[in-house]
């Protein structure tokens, strides 16, 4: 078989990188990053409504500010997101203070000052500005949560927030926008994208304490934003201040338990935050935080008491430790041990000039709970991991009109996942002198209890090292060309590393130990994916009399994964774009227009026939050069400000995104065997193009009073180039592969309602109706088709995650200081309030089945269908959670705030999947069926209470109740 050279292709594309940036930065002629917003307003005098020129403007504590012109308007670019004091001033006029005026990223900030005139000299007006209920040039839907609005949510993470906005839906651990695939949301943090592009996800997420804004797009997204299909979350990160502040918090369920009707599961989360002034820099401050979590249980489910076995009352018994664990409601081997940091540093060198740096990373260890093994948690798999993301901005203001951004971003990811016993010791997988099932078919350790019998079964091993990063150039300028045009344009190169080192079968080293020895004695692994790590391994041969295995075997003593690498060398995938973005904002009128170049480089050599890979002559694989993609997106966005109070928009835009990497990237070491094997197995495929979304929107924004907003969206979505699994028979043999094939249809609206705080409440409800339909829900919808040789649907279907209906209500009651009734004298309820959040949707689709299958025994499962393909739809899901808590001020500056913290206060069971042969939860029907009840007659008594076990517990759910308790100090 050949060897791939790519040094010299790897090489190339270092140079075009450099290339590209020597020319790219010095030509931006026109920058926001998605960090930063725009003041703008008119300045008049209050009693004849006439402009005053030459007013000057400044937003306190900063070193920005503009004055009005001759027609009394003005404008204030490059604010960073944030809450603002800005003060207005002129001889002979009031000095007008306006407070708490709040500056959304990408967006515009409307401030006029009505000006009186006075003949006291010094004279202060204080203003209170209040956030608009309809922000006057919107083109897309976007929900901004500013830092206050989180605090007061009983939820924790950007990810709890994001799942109570309109057009998201939270379904099996991730989140899906407007129907779309889960690996379609942008991540963005700082105004940098930290998405994992090999495998879907984040690579870092923000801790709490280090939010400032949340932004959260389902729709229509500008050109500067792409490699997304769905939406976007982006977090703006805190900043310091001049003075200093800071708070410690500490959050614990201990307190719960039965008097409370639930269990603590083990929930400890302590963090800190301190920011402020840098000494001997007069216009530096720093921002730091950071998070200790302990989870002993970090997925709390319902049922998990059911394991609980009275009749273990010996504490010499190998079961006692974990059965005391089921007792007290969670799983053991289900713990999560996490730490994460954050810290941002910025420097106005000069007016003209700022620096911003930030870091942003986690590190944890966890283990993860298999209901297959559960009386062997020692088997349980392991991670280790860590991520970071380290940035650097550099702004330079040419003029009040015109900014520009030039930014580095560094992201890396580590994981390594393995059997929790065994690890590296890769000999002891699979061999059933170690690993026993007992006669039911669940797993026990023959060290734990070794009269137990077992079977020729055995526990399944892998081991999974990934190593993930990338190198983020970004330039942005921005040039307020008037005050009704602005122009914005800019770049970005992603220089990706990607190395693995996994084998997801490990039976095969052993199954034949002969097959896996080379004759010097040597291992001779296969079906290995491995590129960028180097493993050394040390090995010793010798005969295994004790399992009946004639010949020889290997035994890893050693795995160094620390020396860079040898073999395969790392995968360079190269991205690219350039975008153009012209904003046109008149009294009426909002154009956001754009156009956006995207470049994609898998740095994966692509097999030119699939059916006939090799050259009869050489026997060598027929290969073509890694495939590149490019894709030009236009955007369009049109808002019609018809009063200050009505809002109509409507929006168009094509959006591309490269698949995972994981489904494109392929080592060819072991090509020929794999292509060899029976039907089934998955290779990689790296001529996969692009998948594209064409989305449409219009919308109106209503507000009623002064309080009361009403919102009306209604989209649709034309998806094509879906990956798909498909077969693949070639004269090799038969396998299966990765296509451009599925698509979808999706549609529906989004309507909220607003209350915006009057006296003591404010609320809000998030209503969605949607139809997602597609071909696939996920690049692996397919697999049994593939199994069994099957055609793929031609037809559209509801999606996995087809929630039909879904509504989110928040209600805030909240008193301020001194405020609440008088009680023997006191205002105890000043400074206090109440959070409620109610989350509900309707049940996920599922796809009938006629017969139920063994489901202890777990053995092969060839299910007949009972109707069409997710027909039918589970039960509705609904949680009510709640937050409750009182600030008492101790000393000066010193506040604690002391609160309560209750998720699914009505503990409602809420099953997100249902078996599919009698749409319930508690049982798939099989011990009424003659199979069955002949399983029962054997096992008897024992046999039926492991079965109830498995139903209510091979199930996924929402959680169960918990209630939390915390305290945190401000400074």
């Known amino acids: 078989m050949n060897q791939i050279k790519t040094g010299g292709i790897n090489m190339a594309k270092k140079s075009i990188f450099l290339i590209l940036l020597f020319f790219l930065i010095p030509s931006l002629v026109f920058a926001s990053d998605g960090t930063t917003g725009k003041i703008m307003g008119k300045v008049y005098d209050k009693s004849t409504g006439d402009p005053l020129p030459g007013v000057n403007i400044v937003i306190e504590g ?31 006029y009031e000095k007008i203070t306006t407070e708490n005026v709040k500056v959304l990223a990408d967006h515009t900030t409307n401030l006029d000052f009505p000006m009186v005139e006075t003949a006291i000299e010094g004279e202060v007006v204080v203003v209170t500005a209040e956030r608009p209920l309809v922000q006057q040039d919107v083109t897309n839907t976007v929900r901004i949560k500013t830092e206050e609005e989180i605090q007061n949510l009983p939820t924790r993470g950007t990810g709890a927030v994001t799942v109570l906005q309109t057009g998201v839906v939270d379904a099996y651990g991730g989140i899906s926008i407007r129907g779309g695939r889960q690996n379609e949301v942008a991540y963005i943090v700082d105004g940098f994208v930290v998405n994992n592009y090999y495998g879907g996800g984040q690579i870092v997420s923000v801790n709490q304490a280090a939010i400032s804004q949340l932004a959260i797009s389902t729709g229509g997204f500008n050109a500067e934003y792409g490699r997304q299909m769905s939406g976007a979350v982006s977090v703006i990160t805190k900043s310091g201040s001049r003075d200093y502040h800071g708070h410690i918090q500490a959050i614990s369920d201990f307190l719960s338990g039965d008097w409370l009707n639930t269990y603590s599961y083990g929930y400890n989360v302590y963090d800190f935050s301190f920011g402020g002034g840098i000494p001997y820099l007069k216009n530096a401050t720093f921002f730091i935080s950071g998070e200790r979590q302990f989870l002993a249980d970090k997925s709390p489910r319902p049922f998990v008491d059911m394991f609980y076995d009275p009749r273990i009352k010996d504490k010499n018994d190998p079961l006692y430790s974990i059965n005391q664990v089921f007792k007290k409601g969670m799983k053991p081997g289900n713990d999560f041990h996490q730490n994460r940091w954050q810290g941002k540093l910025n420097y106005r060198i000069s007016n003209a000039l700022n620096f911003e740096f930030g870091i942003l990373g986690r590190k944890y260890s966890t283990n993860t709970f298999s209901m297959r093994m559960y009386k062997a948690p020692e088997h349980f798999t392991h991670s280790n991991h860590w991520d970071n993301q380290a940035f650097g901005k550099i702004t330079y203001t040419f003029s009040p009109k015109t900014f520009a951004i030039l930014g580095i971003n560094h992201v890396i990811e580590n994981n390594v996942s393995a059997d929790r016993k065994h690890w590296d010791r890769w000999n002891e997988y699979q061999r059933t002198s170690y690993n026993r099932p007992d006669d039911i078919g669940i797993f026990r350790d023959v060290y734990d209890n070794p009269d137990t019998p077992g079977s020729e079964e055995a526990i399944g091993g892998s081991w999974y090292h990934n190593r993930v990063s990338y190198l983020t150039i970004k330039g942005d300028i921005t040039s307020q060309v008037n005050l009704n045009h602005q122009l914005q344009a800019g770049f970005d190169v992603q220089y990706h590393s990607l190395r693995m080192y996994s084998h997801g079968n490990l039976t095969q080293i052993l199954s034949n130990p002969l097959h896996w020895v080379k004759e010097n004695g040597s291992p001779n692994f296969k079906n290995i994916n491995s590129y960028g790590l180097n493993y050394v391994v040390e090995f010793e041969v010798q005969p295994d009399p004790e399992n009946g295995v004639a010949g020889v075997m290997k035994r890893i003593k050693k795995v160094d994964y620390s020396k860079g690498y040898s073999g395969n060398p790392p995968k360079h995938p190269l991205f690219m774009s350039f975008y153009l973005q012209d904003k046109i904002e008149y009294e009426g009128l909002v154009i956001n227009g754009g156009i956006r170049f995207d470049y994609y480089d898998a740095d994966s050599p692509v097999i030119t026939d699939l059916k006939n890979p090799y050259d009869p002559e050489t026997g060598k694989l027929r290969l073509g050069d890694s495939k590149v993609n490019q894709r030009i997106s236009p955007r369009l966005g049109l808002g019609f400000p018809v009063t200050d109070k009505t809002l109509l928009h409507v929006n168009f835009g094509k959006f591309y995104q490269l698949p995972n990497l994981n489904r494109m990237i392929i080592v060819y070491d072991n090509y020929q065997e794999i292509a060899a094997t029976t039907v089934g197995y998955r290779v990689n495929n790296p001529g996969l193009k692009p998948e594209t979304t064409t989305a449409y929107e219009a919308g109106v924004t209503q507000q009623i009073g002064e309080n009361l907003r009403l919102d009306f969206v209604a989209y ?43 006296k003591n409440i404010s609320a809000s409800i998030a209503y969605s109706l949607s139809y997602a339909l597609g071909t696939g829900s996920t690049s692996n919808s397919n697999s049994r088709v593939v199994w069994l040789k099957k055609e793929h649907p031609k037809q559209t279907n509801p ?36 959070n409620f959040v109610l989350n509900s949707g309707s049940g996920f689709p599922y796809t009938p089945i006629k017969s139920p299958n063994n489901r202890v025994a ?53 099953p ?17 069926t003659a199979p069955g009840k002949d399983w029962l007659k054997k096992f008897g008594e024992e046999g039926k209470r492991e079965y109830n076990i498995a139903m209510k517990n091979l199930i996924a759910y929402r959680i169960p109740r918990q209630i939390r308790f915390g305290i945190r100090f401000l400074f």
């Open 716 to 758: 649709y979505k034309d998806i094509t180039d879906l990956v798909i699994l498909k077969n693949v028979i070639s004269i090799s043999g038969h396998y299966s592969t990765y296509f451009n094939g599925d698509y979808g249809t999706i549609k529906g609206f989004d309507c909220g309602v607003t209350l915006r705080r009057y």
């Open 858 to 910: 777990i053995k092969a499962d060839g299910p007949v269908n009972d109707g069409p393909i997710n027909s039918r739809y589970g039960p509705w899901q609904v949680q009510v959670d709640l937050k409750a808590n009182k600030i008492f001020n101790l000393y000066k500056g010193l506040k604690a705030d002391v609160y309560v913290w209750a998720l699914n206060i009505m503990n409602r069971i809420n």
């Open 62 to 92: 900063t070193t920005l500010g503009a004055a009005s012109d001759a027609n009394g308007k003005y404008f204030i670019n490059n604010v960073p997101a944030g809450t603002y004091t800005v003060v207005a001033s002129y001889i002979g």
């Open 799 to 834: 999606l996995n995650y087809d929630q039909r209906h879904k509504l989110a209500v928040i209600l805030d009651y909240r008193f301020p200081r001194d405020g609440g009734p008088t009680i023997f004298g006191k205002k105890i309820f000043s400074n206090s309030g109440i």
């Open 912 to 928: 997100l999947t249902v078996w599919a042969t009698t749409g319930d939860y508690a049982s798939d029907g099989w011990l009424t």
